[in-house]
């Protein structure tokens, strides 16, 4: 199987091993990360679509070649198709097209975030649904209920920014670099628990059991994190304890309500995926909320921020149930998940 990623700043082709019925053995992974967004502080859609174009070709044949294989011995081609940024979607589809088309092999258009779930799979081959799945990437928040593989249950998701999108906009106001959430992260590690205190915004809903029991927000914690570096007459002194209250708050919010949910639906699993799955006292605190209750899957920082090996595994899946994409199949920007049913907040 190939699979190829480029929905946003990564142009990434993997080859991967998939029985049915059998855990997939990844075979290479080639992940190529665009720089050029560090200097303008974000994503920029059109130099990010023309570095994918470049990149594209020579990263494919790597992944080929890491994984000692050729064309040849391929047997199916899965691409990302949304959500993302349209124009960097479009040079991977219509590379993965191409090639399925003029090789005549099967093609299978992925979902992106029905990628990060099964990301966890390609390292713990034990992972069976159900179980509760957080995804938490810079576009997207979502809680989920996976009664199995392509069936899920929206329970929760954010009511404005994502939580890889809160990082990015609380580094950038202590003044560090893009992206965001590996420099908070490196710099709580240096902050004081406790030497401040930022809201955990819709945590009392929880309790009320209403429309946003299971919902986020984080717009408030970031307002919150702007007024705490305006009143600090010392930021030099004050930046890591302020970045360490932002993390605890995010991670307190994000892992009580995914614990929560968790017991309510009586699973022994979890699991945490997308780019803010990274950071290590995310997973050590819902780890530590969920012990002896279910275990935690989290697959290596590798796999979790964005990647074609988590495609190919989505797709390959999908395609061994006889599912296939047709030719005209164009990337949507609001993609749906595939079997995404809304359970409203409750469980
Ligand atoms: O899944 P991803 O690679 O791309 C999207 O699909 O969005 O997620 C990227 C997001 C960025 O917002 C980045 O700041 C965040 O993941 N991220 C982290 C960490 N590493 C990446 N957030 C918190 N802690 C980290 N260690
Ligand atoms: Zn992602």
């Not at 576009?139 to 329970?155: E, F, K, M, P």
């Not at 809160?166 to 590996?182: E, Q, R, T």
Request: hydrophobic content about 45%.
């Amino acid at each position: 199987m190939l699979g190829l990623e480029t929905s946003c700043d990564e142009t990434s082709a993997a080859v991967l091993d998939y029985t049915p019925d059998a855990p997939p053995i990844l075979r290479s992974l080639v992940i190529l990360s665009q720089d050029i967004h560090a200097v303008f502080g974000g994503v920029v859609p059109e130099l990010a679509s023309r570095a994918h174009l470049e990149a594209v070709g020579p990263v494919v044949k790597r992944a080929l070649a890491d994984a000692g294989t050729s064309l040849d011995d391929i047997e199916g081609v899965a691409v990302t198709a949304g959500p993302g940024l349209v124009g960097a979607l479009l040079v991977g589809l219509m590379y993965g097209k191409t090639l399925a088309w003029s090789r005549r092999l099967p093609f299978i258009g992925v979902n992106h975030l029905e990628g990060h779930i099964f990301a966890p799979a390609l390292e713990d081959p034990a992972l069976e649904p159900p179980f509760v799945a957080l995804l938490v990437s810079g576009g997207h928040t979502l809680l989920l209920d996976v009664a199995d593989w392509g069936r899920y249950r929206l329970v929760g998701r954010t009511l404005d920014d994502a939580a890889g999108e809160a990082f990015d906009k609380v580094a950038k106001l202590l003044g560090l670099a893009y992206p965001g959430g590996p420099a908070i992260e490196r710099l709580s590690a240096r902050g004081q628990a406790g030497q401040f205190t930022l809201p955990r915004p819709m945590l009392g809903e929880l309790r009320g059991g209403g429309p946003n029991q299971y919902n986020f927000s984080f717009s408030g914690l970031k307002t919150a994190v702007r007024r705490a570096v305006q009143q600090s007459d010392d930021l030099e002194r004050d930046r890591a304890g302020i970045a360490r209250a932002f993390q605890d708050a995010a991670v307190d919010v994000l892992t009580t309500k995914t614990a929560h949910l968790v017991e309510a639906l009586g699973y022994r699993t979890a699991i945490i995926g997308g780019g803010v799955a990274c950071n290590a006292a995310l997973a050590a605190a819902l780890r530590d909320k969920l012990a002896g209750v279910a275990r935690v899957s989290v697959a290596s920082a590798r796999l979790n921020t964005d990647n074609a090996a988590m495609i190919a595994a989505a797709g390959a899946w999908r395609l061994a149930r006889g599912e296939r994409s047709t030719p005209s199949l164009e990337p949507r920007d609001d993609l749906p998940i595939p079997g995404l049913s809304d359970g409203a907040a409750h469980p």
